[in-house]
Nanobody, 123 residues
Framework: QVQLVESGGGLVQAGGSLKLSCATS????????KGWFRQAPGKEREFVAA????????DYAFSVNGRFTISWDNTKNTVYLQMNNLKPEDTAVYYC????????????????WGQGTQVTVSS
């Protein structure tokens, strides 16, 4: 059973940076696709970034492209989301997820979810 635990959220001023981490345990995480999603207050959860099982491919939502970077460390079984030039509209609960597929950006195709970490960007 794959388990995911996010950390690194917090309060930051607009223009600042945060790096989210997602520690995993159980299963063969190295063969799974990984992704980050977020849910702002009063809104549905949305796709942020995804990376394939080997780390050779990554895709981003248009709203974060060029500012966020997803990566993973196979030696630590940890996936990261580096967030730069943060904006107030990035305020949300950020969720790490893993899929049994090698890669997908489709939310319902993710099988395993973390509990989420709050990111708040002040103006």
């Amino acid at each position: 059973q794959v388990q995911l635990v996010e950390s690194g959220g917090g309060l930051v001023q607009a223009g600042g940076s945060l790096k989210l981490s997602c520690a995993t345990s159980g299963g063969t995480f190295s063969s799974l696709g990984k992704g980050w999603f977020r849910q702002a207050p009063g809104k549905e959860r949305e796709f942020v970034a995804a990376i394939n099982w080997s780390g050779s491919r990554a895709d981003y939502a248009f709203s974060v492209n060029g500012r966020f970077t997803i990566s993973w460390d196979n030696t630590k079984n940890t996936v990261y989301l580096q967030m730069n030039n943060l904006k107030p509209e990035d305020t949300a609960v950020y969720y790490c997820a893993a899929t049994n597929r090698p890669y997908t950006v489709v939310q319902y195709e993710y099988n395993y979810w973390g509990q989420g970490t709050q990111v708040t960007v002040s103006s």
